[in-house]
């Protein structure tokens, strides 16, 4: 999740009072299907814009992966009216800053900047949706820039665990594929293929652009209408639903990573949609199980048993599934067979108890905080606007998230565990050096 008593204690005040301030925002619908939110804030001349689309790494077919990444790069450069790498120059000179980034089940740009370059803001986007060049000479040469992204990526130690994880938890699901794609079905796509993609989800009907910070929201709806209104609408496609089959049978991998040398063990589950309850119970035991020093599996088998020089519990949360998963990396010569054990006995201990009112409380203090937190800038208001109209259908669960965590229960906590965490449930996962390899 995201010493003193006094210090604490102000804290835990602060961040009550701060999110007793609602996020107020206004909501609606161009005639050409795009979702327009918009979110005042006047203490300071800064805004955000964001603008985000519902596709990802699951919209792709398996011969044909990486495409949603790749349009990442691909929208994000070239239009008619900007050539190739201008827009973070210009960014950059007008004082503001931005990004992109892509997951399974969306992708998003943004930019933050003074608050009087909010037209530049207005302009940069629905240049992007209105004039793109896709030639194959901008495909040529992103193909380059992701295939170097991958060299960078699989040179870092442990990067593909997140991908190892996925391949061996789902079976028909298209979350098994790699985000960044498989380099030959990016070498054999055609221009062709990279319009159809275009064509299939990056219209108004399936994005959503929010512009939050020191704006008046009567003019920003006039210069968004002038911007925008031009983009052409098109129907939004139906999308797929996969199902997975349970697991019911303990599964057994190997991953094999030339950058470490110290070995890791993580056991994962598959579990369900970020939008359940369930999930964020999930949440819950995650930070329960692993956050920071006071965690109890970082007192356990860091400090007390010696076993672990490190380990964390994770809730990957997704729209259709979620992931949950323990790492942990061995201390000498502990066998990762014994870190397994010590892992799962702290599981078992969440099923068959509940944990303390002490504990308890200090979970809810945290996921306060955090969620103060995540919402303290317009950037990550902005996203989390977007984020929660995209996946959950209600920018409202900006406000009202939380209320769903204070809600749950000790015995909630532990149902779950028993529901998920269970040994023939569990992805076994062993993460080697490629030395080890026979």
Do not use: C
């Given at each position: 999740m995201r010493k003193k008593t006094c210090i604490f204690i102000t804290t835990i005040l602060l961040s009550i009072n701060l999110y007793s301030q609602s996020v107020e925002f206004e909501q609606f619908k161009l005639d050409n299907g795009l979702n327009v939110i918009l979110h005042k804030d006047n203490s300071a001349p800064v805004i955000n814009t964001t603008l985000m689309f519902h596709v990802g790494g699951k919209?792709?077919?398996?011969?044909?992966?990486?495409?949603?990444?790749?349009?990442?790069?691909?929208?994000?450069?070239?239009?008619?009216?900007?050539?190739?790498?201008?827009?973070?120059?210009?960014?950059?000179?007008?004082?503001?800053?931005?990004?992109?980034?892509?997951?399974?089940?969306?992708?998003?740009?943004?930019?933050?900047?003074?608050?009087?370059?909010?037209?530049?803001?207005?302009?940069?986007?629905?240049e992007m949706m209105l004039h793109p060049i896709i030639d194959q000479e901008g495909i040529d040469i992103q193909r380059e820039a992701v295939k170097e992204e991958k060299r960078i990526r699989d040179n870092q130690p442990y990067s593909r665990f997140y991908e190892a994880l996925k391949s061996n938890l789902f079976n028909e699901h298209t979350y098994k594929n790699p985000l960044i794609g498989v380099i030959e079905h990016l070498d054999n796509a055609?221009?062709?293929?990279?319009?159809?993609?275009?064509?299939?989800?990056?219209?108004?009907?399936?994005?959503?652009?929010?512009?939050?910070?020191?704006?008046?929201?009567?003019?920003?709806?006039?210069?968004?209408?002038?911007?925008?209104?031009?983009?052409?609408?098109?129907?939004?496609?139906?999308?797929?639903?996969i199902v997975e089959k349970p697991i019911i049978n303990e599964i057994k991998a190997v991953e094999y990573d030339p950058n470490i040398q110290i070995p890791a063990v993580i056991i994962g589950f598959r579990t369900p949609s970020m939008k359940s309850r369930d999930a964020r119970i999930l949440d819950l035991i995650s930070t329960y199980l692993s956050d920071g020093p006071s965690s109890k599996l970082y007192k356990k088998m860091v400090?007390?048993?010696?076993?672990?020089?490190?380990?964390?519990?994770?809730?990957?949360?997704?729209?259709?599934?979620?992931?949950?998963?323990?790492?942990?990396?061995?201390l000498g010569e502990t066998s990762l067979e014994k870190l397994t054990e010590e892992m799962q006995e702290e599981i078992v201990k969440v099923q068959e108890n509940l944990i303390s009112e002490n504990d308890y409380q200090k979970l809810q203090n945290k996921f306060e905080n955090q969620f103060v937190n995540s919402?303290?800038?317009?950037?990550?208001?902005?996203?989390?606007?977007?984020?929660?109209?995209?996946?959950?259908?209600?920018?409202?669960?900006?406000?009202?998230?939380?209320?769903?965590?204070?809600?749950i229960t000790r015995e909630e906590i532990r149902d779950v565990a028993k529901k998920y965490l269970n040994t023939n449930q569990r992805l076994i996962l062993e993460y080697l050096p490629e030395n080890k390899k026979n």
């Open positions: 919209n792709e077919e398996n011969d044909k992966t990486g495409f949603a990444h790749f349009y990442e790069h691909l929208l994000g450069k070239e239009t008619k009216n900007m050539k190739s790498g201008e827009w973070y120059k210009i960014l950059s000179s007008n004082g503001g800053n931005g990004n992109a980034a892509t997951s399974v089940d969306l992708t998003y740009y943004y930019a933050t900047m003074p608050s009087n370059n909010l037209k530049l803001g207005l302009w940069r986007y629905s055609v221009l062709q293929d990279f319009l159809d993609f275009r064509t299939k989800f990056y219209m108004p009907s399936n994005a959503v652009f929010v512009v939050a910070g020191d704006i008046e929201i009567e003019k920003t709806k006039d210069l968004i209408a002038q911007y925008f209104n031009a983009v052409p609408a098109a129907p939004k496609n139906p999308r797929k639903i400090d007390k048993n010696k076993s672990a020089i490190e380990v964390q519990a994770l809730n990957i949360a997704h729209e259709d599934y979620s992931m949950y998963a323990i790492l942990s990396l061995p919402n303290s800038s317009v950037e990550g208001i902005a996203v989390s606007l977007g984020e929660y109209f995209t996946l959950y259908g209600d920018a409202n669960l900006i406000n009202s998230e939380i209320d769903i965590y204070r809600s």
